[in-house]
């Protein structure tokens, strides 16, 4: 789900007074490289991400979203290292970096959380803005799938470099301060759709940017076992097949990268070390579950 690639430009301060109901609003200087309909929708989901909005839509995400994703998947469905979960604090920012496979990992994440931790929370994901910011329909689907919470967008693209600027700039606000706050993100930057699910793609450096800037508990996650097709993946939950696969390590210590001085390397030295510890969750996964794994998901692509 998440994509983070970009680096930062300088920031131009005018607030936007047209976004007056959560923090963080862009500039009118950013907002103006967006369309219309990429304004419009941002302006509605920034606003769905804040105040007593998000409180309501936290609510829904608790018991409609993780409770119809828990019938679909509570027969297959896995969890390992929970007891890692206990070690952080709700009091600061949790990043839960984790591989990415398919579009359903961090909904089958987040449904382990709501029902599994007592703790408040308030999840964020940062998304390519293509398809969630450029139609109608995008947009429907963040609200069905997300309840609005694929936020902030990247779009990635040369004439829109002080929109994701702006992009960084707020995903580190939300990670760095915030009662509650979980950030879902993927250091791949993309989905790996190469068939062993013990592979994965390069880290890209944007996830080492944000950790090194914000500080936050970042927790590693390794998910296997879910497919790509919404329909053949609530199936199994009744016929049976490959089982979901949750596992959460233990929160990483960060401390010989703090007084690092910020840049492409260090960014990158973060990126692998927390990619390395997602490793080992696969390698424990690999020795539970072993060729079986990787053999339903090659059947899976």
């Not at 909904?107 to 929370?121: G, N």
């Not at 994701?164 to 879902?184: K, P, Q, S």
């Not at 800037?213 to 296997?224: D, I, K």
């Amino acid at each position: 789900m998440p994509l983070l690639e970009t680096e930062a430009l300088p920031e131009d301060r005018t607030q936007d007074a047209t976004l007056p109901t959560a923090p963080g609003a862009p500039s009118a200087a950013e907002l103006s490289v967006l369309t219309p309909m990429e304004r419009a929708i941002f302006r509605l989901v920034h606003r769905m991400n804040g105040g007593r909005w998000k409180t309501f839509w936290t609510w829904c995400q608790r018991v409609i979203g993780a409770g119809w994703i828990h019938l679909a998947t509570y027969n297959i469905m896995r969890v390992y290292g929970l007891e890692n979960l206990r070690r952080v604090s709700p009091e600061r920012p949790i990043l839960l970096v984790a591989n990415h496979r398919s579009f359903f990992d961090m909904y089958a994440v987040s449904t382990v959380l709501f029902r599994r931790t007592d703790w408040p929370k308030r999840l964020f994901f940062p998304v390519r803005g293509r398809f969630f910011y450029q139609s109608p329909l995008g947009a429907l689907v963040n609200f069905i799938m997300g309840w609005w919470s694929m936020y902030p967008p990247f779009f990635a693209t040369a004439e829109k470099r002080a929109w994701d600027a702006y992009a960084m700039r707020r995903l580190i606000e939300l990670c760095r301060d915030g009662h509650g706050h979980i950030i879902g993100f993927h250091p791949e930057g993309t989905r790996n759709k190469g068939p062993d699910p013990y592979s994965f793609l390069p880290p890209q450096p944007g996830v080492g940017r944000l950790i090194l800037e914000a500080r936050p508990q970042v927790v590693p996650v390794f998910v296997a076992g879910l497919c790509n097709s919404l329909p053949r993946q609530i199936l199994r939950n009744w016929t049976g097949g490959e089982k979901i696969r949750i596992r959460f390590g233990a929160p990483l210590d960060l401390a010989r990268f703090a007084t690092r001085r910020g840049g492409l390397k260090t960014y990158k030295q973060i990126a692998d070390f927390v990619m390395s510890k997602i490793a080992e969750l696969a390698e424990e996964d690999r020795r539970e579950y072993g060729s079986s794994g990787a053999n339903r998901a090659a059947r899976d692509r």
